[in-house]
């Protein structure tokens, strides 16, 4: 039961961390490199030196389909990565699939054959509004925003928004509820 759940997932996030390592620094693993139920992977070297964000890698990964890992906890500049029990294998390959495809990204940005402010990373999440508009202004393919490597262009899951500046809401909350007053008797 319960122990093999937690034995399934610690072995799903030390998978997961083998699979990136050689793609992104890990955080907090053992002298034999294993970590616990989750692994944190650190983004910071990377985007201090091409000026691509977490929150670019996480809107990226909307593109392949996935709902972002948690950002920036418990350190600033982080993915925790937690799979849990229930993630097949086919589904942690696919995710970690994604995470290298965007790791060469980053490395396009990096190299200067994308502009740091105009790029997938930086474009993410592309809506099929987006791809499909008369003008397509970026210097990628229309092609690389809508479907990066690996996505199946038949199951392509499509935001219905783009990028919203989440901080800006998270501090200025605009309640479009009715007043207290309206719910009096």
């Known amino acids: 039961g319960l122990s093999r759940a937690t034995g399934v997932a610690v072995l799903a996030a030390n998978y997961v961390a083998a699979r990136l390592?050689?793609?992104?620094?890990v955080l907090y693993s053992g002298n034999k490199g294993l970590v616990a139920h989750e692994c944190i992977l650190d983004l910071r070297p990377l985007t201090k030196a091409t000026g691509?964000?977490?929150d670019d890698v996480a809107k990226r990964l909307i593109d392949y389909g996935f709902h972002a890992p948690t950002m920036s906890f418990p350190v600033a500049g982080t993915l925790m990565v937690e799979p849990t029990e229930s993630e097949d294998l086919s589904e942690l390959d696919r995710f970690c699939d994604a995470m290298i495809a965007i790791r060469a990204e980053i490395d396009e940005v990096g190299a200067g054959r994308w502009p740091v402010g105009d790029n997938p990373l930086s474009n993410a999440?592309?809506?099929a509004a987006m791809v499909t508009a008369d003008e397509w202004p970026h210097p990628?393919?229309?092609s690389v925003g809508a479907y990066p490597a690996g996505v199946?262009?038949?199951?392509?899951y499509w935001p219905p928004v783009r990028r919203i500046d989440g901080a800006y809401g998270d501090r200025n909350l605009v309640c479009s509820c009715p007043s207290p007053e309206?719910?009096?008797d």
Do not use: L, Q, W
Not at 21 to 25: E, G, I, M, S, W
């Open 21 to 25: 390592r050689d793609h992104f620094p």
């Open 52 to 54: 691509v964000s977490v």
């Open 125 to 127: 999440p592309h809506t």
């Open 140 to 142: 990628y393919p229309r």
């Open 152 to 156: 199946d262009r038949a199951g392509k």
């Open 182 to 184: 309206a719910f009096e």
